[in-house]
């Protein structure tokens, strides 16, 4: 069907819809008269109300079927040819206000109804007369993140104070013997000292547009994970890295013990041995390691270490089984601080993390000058502890520096 066989239709369905609400009006009232008069309607006027009222509702339906026909026909005239259909091309404003059927809706206008004017091919200005909607694709590309892992190694708790009182053993005098009878028994001196440790809070805020976070959920979403990320990634490096100043916490490779090999090794000393060499360093303070934290480039060096015959002496790169060494699980890092570095130690059971409030983010719009502003303030925070009860029991050295030294 044409263009202009779809308007000649649309006409006269048009003419239609208008004699049929011109028919159903009257009805209308009569029943309206009716009901008041009598509190009911009879069957016949009710059946005649109702069948006016299908027939008006089955215009409209052939009406806007017409409609849509009819714009999807002028689009597909306006992107196949060239001037004549874009310099007729109107704005919504103008095709509302040049719709044939509106003055007419207008002068019979009653409660409840509505008139549909389709607005395709539109533009949004009369001087740009084509405008191409630009194509969005879902989602939002963030940035890439570094991993997380030093929380997942550490033994858990809570807490309910702003500081961690403590008790830790710092000596054992063993005087046990065998002792004849008749005799005194030896006493054995156990030295204890006391701990503080303070609950340091970590924080950051955001400000952002109060309706794009109303129209847009996946965008506060965002926003949510980035800022619990954020958080977390401070928390990480102030487990590991925290001065203990101020309202830092006091990390573990602050507290740690240098690397120090406990015998000199034949040369030449790889990283694989370094690592043993830490293991053992560890053991003689009677904590076992639990795990080794080092750098991902050293533990890729590692893992592609190979034989005099060329193959890897770690697996099957086909087949991999996962991060271990020495028998202990290996987490690699990109942290910054850990270029080139190593840690190994009893993060089991030498540390422990103590949550004083989880990670939340709170959302308020009456922070600065927010309100007048139409913005809002996303604040994002938690409050934990860190105890590091047996500080000798991590190793903490530089792989390029150990290897120098037992390599000499």
């Known amino acids: 069907m044409s263009d202009l066989d779809i308007k000649v239709q649309l006409e006269a369905v048009n003419k239609q819809l208008k004699d049929a609400n011109e028919k159903l009006l009257p009805q209308a009232e009569n029943a309206l008269k009716e009901a008041k008069k009598h509190n009911e309607l009879s069957g016949e006027t009710k059946k005649n109300a109702d069948e006016a ?43 509302v206000a040049e719709f044939e059927g509106l003055v007419a809706f207008a002068q019979n206008l009653q409660q409840g ?23 969005r694709l879902p989602g939002i590309d963030q940035q890439p993140k570094q991993r997380l892992f030093i929380r997942d190694l550490i033994a858990p708790g809570t807490t309910e104070s702003n500081a961690l009182f403590w008790v830790q053993q710092t000596g054992f005098t063993n005087a046990a013997t065998i002792v004849p009878e008749g005799t005194k028994k030896p006493y054995s001196d156990i030295e204890f000292a006391t701990k503080i440790s303070q609950v340091g809070t970590i924080a950051h805020m955001f400000k952002a547009s109060k309706q794009v976070l109303d ?60 690592i043993r060499l ?42 991999l089984i996962g991060n271990t060494l020495w028998g202990l699980p290996v987490v690699d890092t990109d942290e910054p601080d850990f270029t080139g570095k190593f840690l190994t130690g009893a993060f089991a059971s030498a540390a422990q993390i103590f949550d004083r409030e989880e990670a939340n983010v709170v959302i308020s719009t009456e922070n600065d000058t927010d309100f007048e502003d139409n913005m809002v303030s996303i604040r994002c925070e938690e409050r934990l502890g860190l105890v590091v009860k047996r500080p000798e029991s991590f190793i903490f050295g530089d792989f390029a520096a150990a290897k120098t030294l037992l390599n000499a």
């Open 113 to 135: 109804e509505k008139l549909r004017i389709p607005i395709r091919g539109a533009t949004t200005t009369a001087d740009v007369p084509d405008i191409i909607e630009p194509m």
């Open 278 to 319: 830490a293991m053992l360093q560890g053991r003689l303070a009677r904590l076992p390691a639990t795990a080794t934290v080092m750098d991902m480039i050293e533990w890729a060096k590692i893992e592609m270490t190979k034989n005099d015959l060329g193959n890897y002496i770690m697996a099957n790169p086909m087949n």
């Open 53 to 95: 009222l299908s027939k008006v509702h089955a215009l409209e339906i052939e009406k806007n079927t017409l409609e849509a026909r009819l714009g999807d026909a002028e689009q597909l005239f306006k992107r196949n040819n060239d001037s004549p259909a874009r310099a007729a091309a109107k704005t919504p404003g103008q095709i």
């Open 215 to 274: 129209d847009m959920s996946q965008l506060m979403s965002m926003i949510d994970a980035e800022m619990r990320y954020g958080l977390k990634q401070e928390e990480e490096r102030q487990i590991l890295f925290g001065n203990g100043t101020g309202s830092n916490l006091n990390g573990i490779v602050p507290q740690a013990t240098a690397f120090n090999s406990p015998f000199n090794p034949d040369a030449p000393v790889t990283n694989i041995d370094i």
